[in-house]
């Protein structure tokens, strides 16, 4: 569409206050980064520009994900992924 994208990761916080109505939870707080903009290349065809910026996209929130959660990503889910869980 020869239009920047404005990268976003979302990032939430546990902030180890008890929700009323779900005791098993913890309240969270959400954090919005907004990772630099990426611009297409006039020199690419509409298909190069949509490759490559998506994988620019990705490639940012793997990072921000790594960097804000302290952590590698990896697509196996744990209990650690569900957000503010309190733990048995």
């Not at 940012?60 to 992924?81: H, R, V």
Request: charged share 30%; aromatic share 14%.
């Amino acid at each position: 569409m020869n239009v920047p994208i404005i990268s976003c990761f979302v990032e939430i916080k546990d902030t180890n206050k008890q929700e009323k109505l779900h005791p098993e939870f913890n309240k969270t707080r959400w954090i919005l980064h907004v990772l630099p903009t990426i611009y297409p290349d006039p020199k690419l065809s509409l298909a190069q520009n949509i490759e490559k910026m998506r994988k620019v996209d990705y490639l940012q929130k793997k990072a921000a994900y790594e960097k804000y959660y302290g952590k590698k990503l990896d697509y196996t889910f744990t209990d650690w992924d569900i957000a503010s869980y309190k733990k048995k």
